[in-house]
């Protein structure tokens, strides 16, 4: 399994950026992708959590109303929009994936696969 995780960048706030997460070796059917986030000196923190067939979604309190998800099924790709950027969303973001659906979506240890992060800063 890998994910490939792209996107980051430099935007102001109040701009909006695209995040990508290409997974490989994998059937999707099952699939559920997160994202995670971690700032200088902070813990991982949970940002949102879709099973790829989008039956279920879920995202951080921080976050609801801001960001979203969509995919592109042709390329094994799901994206993370996020809009109305905050200095507060600066951190590295961490795309992770696993089969199935887990109540604890919100824990980093209940991902198995993780791909590598991409450095999103909100900065004028």
């Known amino acids: 399994v890998q994910l490939q995780a792209s996107g980051g960048g430099l935007v102001q706030p109040g701009g909006s950026l695209r995040l990508s997460c290409a997974v490989s070796g994998v059937t999707l059917n099952n699939y559920a992708m997160a994202w995670f986030r971690q700032a200088p000196g902070k813990e991982r923190e949970f940002v949102g959590a879709r099973r790829w067939n989008g039956a279920t979604t879920g995202f951080a309190d921080s976050v609801k109303g801001r960001f979203t998800f969509s995919r592109d099924t042709a390329k094994n790709t799901m994206y993370l929009h996020m809009n109305s950027l905050k200095p507060e969303d600066s951190a590295v973001y961490y795309c992770?994936?696993?089969?199935?659906?887990?109540?604890?979506?919100?824990?980093?240890?209940?991902?198995?696969?993780w791909g590598q992060g991409t450095l999103v800063t909100v900065s004028s």
């Open positions: 992770a994936g696993r089969y199935g659906w887990s109540v604890a979506y919100y824990t980093p240890s209940t991902w198995v696969s």
